[in-house]
């Protein structure tokens, strides 16, 4: 089993940036994918970015040139760098990890007041 710890999460005013990150813990012994989801009040779950076990990188449009995600695969740990926040990146923000399959974190919630 693969546990994951989010942190970082926040209020912030719009135009900030806030760092996420998420650190895996468990049994891994050959850690894959990682991504970052988010959840908006009364939406679905939507992706947010992936990056692979070799750092290959993925954004949702909406996202792209505002986040960065990374990762460090010594600290089995993904990062989402947020930069110039909108109110609509409110939302409660997912780690997933792939082992086999996908797990999933508890969330963080990130609030960008206006």
């Known amino acids: 089993q693969v546990q994951l710890a989010e942190s970082g999460g926040g209020l912030v005013q719009a135009g900030g940036s806030l760092r996420l990150s998420c650190a895996a813990s468990?049994?891994?012994?050959?850690?894959?994918?990682m991504a970052w989801h988010r959840q908006a009040p009364g939406k679905q779950r939507e992706l947010v970015a992936t990056?692979?076990?070799?750092?290959?990188?993925s954004y949702a449009d909406s996202m792209k040139g505002r986040f960065a995600i990374s990762r460090d695969n010594a600290k089995n740990t993904v990062y989402l760098q947020m930069n110039s926040l909108k109110p609509e990146d409110t939302a409660v923000y997912y780690c997933?990890?792939?082992?086999?399959?996908?797990?999933w974190g508890q969330g963080t919630q990130v609030t960008v007041s206006s």
């Open positions: 990056i692979t076990s070799g750092s290959s990188t």
């Open positions: 997933a990890a792939r082992q086999s399959k996908w797990y």
């Open positions: 468990g049994v891994i012994f050959n850690l894959g994918a």
